[in-house]
């Protein structure tokens, strides 16, 4: 069997269902622990709006799940998020999850009567709604939800109907962290994913550097990265898939963001 990730800290319950180890007990206490440790580290950047670091993002989304409590809202409780992408999304994310409630977040595209019936089969008690301010009161952090406790509903496309709700735990959310965390690990990337895998188990991808450019990797079956860009790559490099022999092809962006091939050969 391929297996071109790195297994270790990872156990399976007696379902087979695989569990990282060592990972918080749910959203809240990970970003706890980011706070205390960053606390004015820059967390999230608006374009054309503000900029806040750790702890104001900690302190404004308790302040929110106060408002919450405060409109009636009771842990366990459905809300949904109408927002468009923004800094107060994301402090209505974290809000609602510091107030122990379950986001529901909707999708700016739906039609109006696809938000209703997100809305009303969600059971959603509040609903954040574009225009209009978050709800504000004194701040609240409910501590002690656990991995198995439900943290959000996902609402597919509707392709073939009404979208149908999917339910992600706060162990759902930690899995995907954890997957990105012992994937592989590229010194300073402050992101990557991956586009594709060989038979021979090597692995391509992307990831960002601290000045948020795009480089391309491969990761070999050892575990042994070699990282590399374009020539020319002023604004990126970007893997697509790699084949049997190893050999990588992707994009690249130059200075005026015009697109162009490459090749990167697996050297033996």
Same mark, same amino acid.
């Given at each position: 069997?391929?297996?071109?990730?790195?297994?270790?800290?990872? *156990?399976?319950?007696?379902?087979?269902?695989?569990?990282?180890?060592?990972?918080?007990?749910?959203?809240?206490?990970?970003?706890?622990?980011?706070?205390?440790?960053?606390?004015?580290?820059?967390?999230?950047?608006?374009?054309?709006? *503000?900029?806040?670091?750790?702890?104001? #993002?900690?302190?404004?989304?308790?302040?929110?799940?106060?408002?919450?409590?405060?409109?009636? &809202?009771?842990?366990?409780?459905?809300?949904?998020?109408?927002?468009?992408?923004?800094?107060?999304?994301?402090?209505?994310?974290?809000?609602?999850?510091?107030?122990?409630?379950?986001?529901?977040?909707?999708?700016?595209?739906?039609?109006?009567?696809?938000?209703?019936?997100?809305?009303?089969?969600?059971?959603?008690r509040f609903v954040f709604h574009p225009g209009h301010p978050l709800p504000t009161g004194h701040p609240l952090v409910v501590e002690d939800l656990t991995k198995p406790d439900?943290?959000?509903?996902?609402?597919?496309?509707?392709?073939?109907?009404?979208?149908?709700?999917?339910?992600?735990?706060?162990?759902?959310?930690?899995?995907?962290?954890?997957?990105?965390l012992t994937s592989f690990a590229v010194t300073g990337a402050v992101a990557t994913w991956t586009s594709g895998v060989n038979s021979s188990g090597y692995v391509t991808g992307?990831?960002?550097?601290?000045?948020? &450019?795009?480089?391309?990797?491969?990761?070999?079956?050892?575990?042994?990265?070699?990282?590399?860009?374009?020539?020319?790559?002023?604004?990126?490099?970007?893997?697509?898939?790699?084949?049997?022999?190893?050999? &990588?092809?992707?994009?690249? #962006?130059?200075?005026?963001?015009?697109?162009?091939?490459?090749?990167?050969? #697996?050297?033996?």
């Amino acid at each position: 069997m391929l297996r071109p990730f790195n297994y270790s800290r990872i *156990e399976r319950d007696a379902d087979q269902i695989a569990h990282y180890l060592g990972r918080p007990e749910s959203l809240i206490a990970m970003l706890r622990a980011t706070v205390d440790r960053y606390p004015r580290n820059e967390a999230i950047v608006e374009l054309g709006g *503000e900029r806040i670091d750790y702890q104001e #993002l900690w302190d404004r989304s308790a302040r929110v799940a106060g408002g919450l409590k405060d409109s009636g &809202v009771q842990r366990g409780d459905r809300v949904a998020i109408r927002l468009g992408n923004s800094l107060d999304w994301c402090v209505a994310f974290w809000g609602t999850l510091m107030a122990g409630a379950v986001v529901v977040p909707v999708n700016t595209r739906f039609s109006e009567p696809e938000i209703e019936y997100v809305v009303n089969d969600s059971g959603s008690r509040f609903v954040f709604h574009p225009g209009h301010p978050l709800p504000t009161g004194h701040p609240l952090v409910v501590e002690d939800l656990t991995k198995p406790d439900l943290a959000a509903i996902f609402y597919t496309s509707g392709t073939t109907g009404f979208p149908k709700g999917a339910m992600t735990t706060q162990e759902g959310f930690l899995w995907q962290e954890g997957a990105s965390l012992t994937s592989f690990a590229v010194t300073g990337a402050v992101a990557t994913w991956t586009s594709g895998v060989n038979s021979s188990g090597y692995v391509t991808g992307g990831y960002q550097d601290s000045n948020f &450019v795009t480089h391309g990797y491969i990761r070999g079956p050892s575990g042994t990265i070699f990282t590399f860009s374009a020539p020319d790559a002023a604004q990126g490099t970007y893997p697509v898939s790699i084949n049997d022999k190893g050999d &990588v092809a992707g994009y690249y #962006l130059d200075a005026n963001y015009v697109a162009h091939g490459f090749v990167v050969e #697996l050297k033996s």
